[in-house]
């Protein structure tokens, strides 16, 4: 037995619901008289055909990318949304052409049983749209959207056609009429907005404002990203396509690629309909270069390197130009965390990495240890030195001159 997905299910469901709407209708209109009812048979039928389109694209869109088609074939549900907008126009032009010939054409018969099958077809189209939209929407799929909106459309239809029929009951013969008319500006509001929705993802409109600024959000929380020059995302079926272009300090291309990963990794996990992250990376145009130094002591240049990392007392932390390779700022901060029995290694990188430095330079290897991965995963680099104060650190640096 052939497993079918949530999505394709929905379209098969609606195909047979609506098929059956449209031979009761149709049999109790031509018996009633009721144009109404006929009209939301026809519009109904043209709903078959659609929901056929809907599950011919669902189909078509699950197909792996191909040499010729590398992009896959996302959109071809849209393009089915696409002709699913025309149909709609052409079913409420039908209705009102309909209404405007037999206007005021007289009572109806069978009243009992047209009223019946209005008030079945109205309960039934309820429930129909809403299993379709609570199935596109969680599957992400826009034409299994549109077929729920427009089906959404066919219940105030459907209210529309009992009303009339009622009236026309009670003496008010145009009502039928009058309500086929109502029915095709209820189906022209539905197809307009199908067809914008459509044509805004044919033409790779960007996606909405919130979504394109939590990902941006996204980006930029991940360690090593120092600046986003441009995002771009557009739609594609139920997925979405990202375009970054970001700066980051890193020169290491196998860093440059982990930090790429981790990008498209933490928006893909936020952003279960995000198919594919292309990422641009610039190096970064810095002014500076940001170290830091455990020390001993505050005391300018002749300030002791520490021993011991997570045990020394301050930070000294000091920026070099990039343009002419000179000191522009240095300043103490007191590590607050050299009390602590354990983890204060651990603690004291993640400070250092709130300040934004770029290199840390020790006495002593910490190759391995709790630290060395705080700083590696915010691509902060680690050199020893054999210098004894932050004096002789910089001029080993070969930095100051």
Do not use: W
């Not at 009633?32 to 039928?45: K, N, Q, R, T, Y």
């Not at 609570?134 to 009992?162: C, F, Q, W």
Request: charged share 25%; net charge negative; hydrophobic share 45%.
């Amino acid at each position: 037995m052939v497993r079918l997905d949530r999505d394709k299910k929905a379209a098969l469901v609606s195909i047979v619901v609506t098929a059956f709407l449209v031979v009761i209708k149709y049999t109790i209109g031509l018996l009633s008289g009721s144009i109404a009812l006929i009209a939301d048979a026809v519009h109904s039928f043209t709903d078959v055909i659609s929901s056929i389109g809907v599950f011919i694209g669902l189909k078509i869109s699950s197909r792996k990318p191909t040499e010729t088609f590398p992009y896959g074939f996302y959109k071809a549900e849209n393009i089915v949304s696409l002709f699913l907008a025309l149909a709609i126009f052409y079913a409420g032009y039908e209705i009102v052409l309909t209404s405007v010939e037999k206007f005021e054409a007289g009572a109806l018969t069978n009243v009992p049983a047209a009223i019946s099958v209005a008030l079945a077809s109205l309960v039934l189209t309820l429930l129909l749209s809403s299993y379709k939209l609570k199935v596109g929407r969680e599957m992400n799929s826009p034409s299994l959207i549109a077929d729920g909106k427009h089906t959404r459309a066919d219940v105030y239809a459907s209210a529309v056609v009992l009303l009339g029929i009622v009236g026309n009951y009670l003496g008010f013969y145009a009502l039928d009429q009058m309500a086929g008319i109502l029915i095709a500006v209820f189906i022209f509001k539905s197809g307009y907005e199908i067809l914008k929705d459509s044509i805004k993802v044919l033409l790779d409109a960007s996606i909405d404002y919130e979504s394109l600024h939590r990902i941006r959000e996204i980006a930029s929380e991940v360690h090593g990203v120092r600046k986003i020059d441009s995002l771009k995302a557009r739609s594609s079926g139920k997925f979405i396509f990202v375009e970054l272009e970001i700066e980051t300090n890193l020169r290491d291309l196998e860093r440059a690629h982990q930090l790429s990963d981790k990008i498209e990794d933490q928006i893909k996990s936020e952003r279960k309909d995000v198919d594919k992250v292309i990422i641009h990376i610039e190096p970064e145009e810095k002014e500076f270069v940001r170290y830091a130094v455990p020390c001993t002591e505050n005391n300018g240049m002749r300030s002791k390197v520490s021993m011991h990392f997570g045990g020394a007392e301050y930070f000294c932390i000091f920026d070099i130009k990039t343009e002419d390779r000179e000191l522009t700022d240095m300043r103490f901060i007191k590590n607050p965390f050299i009390a602590l029995e354990k983890r204060k290694g651990l603690k004291a990188a993640e400070l250092l990495v709130a300040s934004n430095i770029d290199k840390l330079v020790t006495k002593e290897s910490i190759a391995k240890k709790s630290p060395f991965y705080v700083l590696e995963d915010a691509y902060v680099e680690s050199d020893v030195t054999d210098a004894d104060t932050i004096g002789e650190v910089i001029d080993n640096l070969s930095l100051y001159k």
